[in-house]
């Protein structure tokens, strides 16, 4: 999930995933122009989690048959 503040003149995107072991992790990036280029950041970060998330529970279930 993300989230998508103004600080200053810049906006500021923080993408939020659980890892493996259930602990909840915070991406941050700052400094862009418009709120759009946050939202566009945050929404392909929160893609590559998922890519990557599910990539890593499909290894961990092949590994263990």
Known sequence: MASINKRGKTWNARVSYYD????????NQGGFRTKREAQEWA?????????????NIFGMIVQKR
């Open 20 to 27: 493996d072991l259930g602990n909840r992790k915070f991406i």
């Open 43 to 55: 929404n392909q970060n929160e893609v590559d989690l998922r890519t990557c998330l599910k990539s």
